[in-house]
């Protein structure tokens, strides 16, 4: 494991677990709470065990690669199998912010969903990759779509139907689907009109009013690039943004080393 937590045998004993836990609360994860696992009663553990051997990791991965056949199933690998480890795993530790960085590169799939206008060649490949196209890949309750917030509801969609699909707890929220769908459709103002066109399609669809959705007009001038500090939510850590390029960070090990420099010092007793 990262963040100076090391492993012997297989196994993260909880001396290990312990100081990672100090750790992330020393930074602020005061929202770090531990659960059991969906397939069981979803309630809080007062008394998590704090210790995980690798043969119960290997064991996670068998019970849901035995749903489908393998464990990365469908869609966006870390969407799909976060569904199936919350679901299948027996005691989750949950937080709301990463350890340390997060990154984002021009080049990647994800990024070409994120701003639809600016991506149609990466995903022309990604579809020729996967021999589908985007008709065939987006679930059918849905409509063929490149948006992201229509992807992600495929996700959910097919992970459900592959895993628990006679679990009635568990439903895909439509509604939040195209309300989210509403209040993000400026994320790309350049394809404006083509979210806007589906998420009317959408609601006819699921017969929602579309005034019913609180949709943004359109931005106008040049997006704000996302660099200094960011404000979260209320009462949430904020968030600095670089800009790697103009701080000539190239690679991973660079931008580890930038974000180790710019974070505080941190002692653990």
Same mark, same amino acid.
């Given at each position: 494991?990262?963040?100076?937590?090391?492993?012997?045998?297989?196994?993260?004993?909880?001396?290990?677990? %312990?100081?990672?836990?100090?750790?992330?609360?020393?930074?602020?994860?005061?929202?770090?709470?531990?659960?059991?696992?969906?397939?069981?009663?979803?309630?809080?553990?007062?008394?998590?065990?704090?210790?995980?051997?690798?043969?119960?990791?290997?064991?996670?991965?068998? %019970?849901?690669?035995?749903?489908?056949?393998?464990?990365?199933?469908?869609?966006?690998?870390?969407?799909?199998?976060?569904?199936?480890?919350?679901?299948?795993?027996?005691?989750?530790?949950?937080?709301?912010?990463?350890?340390?960085?997060?990154?984002?590169?021009?080049?990647?799939?994800?990024?070409?969903?994120?701003? %639809?206008?600016? *991506?149609?060649?990466?995903?022309?490949?990604?579809?020729?990759?996967?021999?589908?196209?985007?008709?065939?890949?987006?679930?059918?309750?849905?409509?063929?779509?490149?948006?992201?917030?229509?992807?992600?509801?495929?996700?959910?969609? %097919?992970?459900?139907?592959?895993?628990?699909?006679?679990?009635?707890?568990?439903?895909?929220?439509?509604?939040?689907?195209?309300?989210?769908?509403?209040?993000?459709?400026?994320?790309?103002?350049?394809?404006?009109?083509?979210?806007?066109?589906?998420?009317?399609?959408?609601?006819?669809?699921?017969?929602?009013?579309?005034?019913?959705?609180?949709?943004?007009?359109?931005?106008?001038?040049?997006?704000?690039?996302?660099?200094?500090?960011?404000?979260?939510?209320?009462?949430?850590?904020?968030?600095?943004?670089?800009?790697?390029?103009?701080? *000539?960070?190239?690679?991973?090990?660079?931008?580890?080393?930038?974000?180790?420099?710019?974070?505080?010092?941190?002692?653990?007793?």
């Amino acid at each position: 494991m990262g963040n100076g937590v090391s492993h012997e045998g297989g196994r993260v004993d909880g001396q290990h677990l %312990r100081t990672l836990l100090h750790a992330l609360q020393a930074c602020g994860y005061d929202a770090l709470r531990f659960l059991n696992g969906a397939a069981g009663r979803r309630k809080e553990l007062a008394h998590p065990r704090a210790e995980v051997t690798l043969e119960e990791l290997v064991e996670l991965v068998e %019970r849901v690669a035995a749903k489908t056949g393998k464990y990365f199933y469908v869609g966006a690998p870390d969407n799909y199998t976060g569904i199936a480890n919350a679901y299948f795993g027996r005691n989750i530790g949950k937080f709301e912010r990463g350890l340390s960085i997060g990154g984002n590169s021009g080049a990647s799939t994800g990024c070409a969903y994120f701003f %639809r206008s600016k *991506g149609a060649r990466r995903r022309q490949d990604y579809h020729a990759e996967e021999r589908k196209s985007i008709a065939e890949i987006i679930h059918p309750a849905l409509i063929p779509s490149v948006n992201l917030e229509v992807n992600w509801a495929d996700i959910q969609l %097919r992970a459900k139907e592959a895993l628990f699909p006679g679990d009635g707890r568990f439903q895909v929220p439509m509604a939040k689907m195209l309300a989210a769908m509403a209040a993000n459709i400026n994320r790309d103002p350049d394809s404006y009109g083509e979210t806007l066109e589906e998420l009317r399609q959408l609601c006819a669809k699921y017969e929602v009013d579309p005034a019913s959705l609180a949709v943004p007009p359109r931005s106008q001038g040049e997006k704000v690039k996302l660099q200094g500090l960011v404000g979260g939510a209320p009462g949430a850590a904020q968030t600095l943004a670089v800009n790697c390029v103009e701080a *000539g960070v190239h690679e991973v090990a660079s931008a580890a080393r930038l974000a180790s420099a710019l974070l505080p010092a941190l002692t653990i007793q």
